[in-house]
């Protein structure tokens, strides 16, 4: 049997667009070589999909699937907004959210090879693939666990183009899924000041302190400038100092505080938030085609 190096392994992937196991395995039964390894996944019913693999899937749904003590939040794209409203894919998303959360794999190459009733879960993604017709990949995920004294909290915007993951510690779910609601609709950076790294908070003071100084004011007034100042740069990235969105009256921090309650931690995503989108997209593809 000829010996499959990383290289070979990683040159059919980007060929293909197939999982990393799906190539090697290729590649032992075509014994390294390339051309054979890529007819053979053709043979496989993997073509459909990696004709697609050059394509940029910047659309898809983001979701929260919660199993008791722990919860995964998810992205799974495609290459049109068609695709998510689609009962097809949001069956997928929820069933690959669903299989996450049990398995809770390291990363993404894991969960695509985690085993399935119908192999694994790029086996689904590639079948789902050749069917809808459109390329589909799931982008990241991150799998939270908590105890029985904490509560999750889900919130799901813009018919999942927006997903937020919100664990809090005390209150109830209601209050949860309430900061889920704000984290969605505000996207804070931090949960509060202690998590904001010193640099960044070092480098806002600076650059404040040049402000204030610029405008003429003594330095005992640039101090306090410079304080109320810090204060409003915390209240735009921190969740704890926002004001709540149902109740502005309120920081988030207190809100959570008044039901018994304390934020440890959430996770935001936002559906190709990073992704460059290709000028010739599908849908102007598509129609070139009509024309």
Known sequence: MASISAKQVKELRDKTGVGMMDAKKALVACDGDMDKATDFLREKGMAKAAKKSDRVAAEGLADVVIDGNTAAILEVNAETDFVAANDQF????????????AEKPADVEAALQVKTDKGTINDEIVEATAVIGEKISLRRFTVVEKNDDEHFGAYIHMGGKIASLVKVNGADDETAKDIA??????????VNRDEVPADVVAHEKEVLTEEAKNEGKPEKIVEKMVMGRMNKFFGEICLDDQE????????????????GGKVESFVRYEVGEGIEKQADNFVDEVMGQIK
């Not at 949001?90 to 959360?101: D, F, N, R, S, Y």
């Not at 709540?244 to 039901?259: E, H, W």
């Open 90 to 101: 949001k069956t997928l998303v929820k069933h690959i959210g669903a299989v996450i959360a």
């Open 181 to 190: 609601m704000h984290v969605a609709a505000i996207n804070p950076k931090y």
């Open 244 to 259: 709540f969105v149902k109740d502005s009256d309120q920081k988030v921090g207190k809100y959570v505080a008044s039901k």
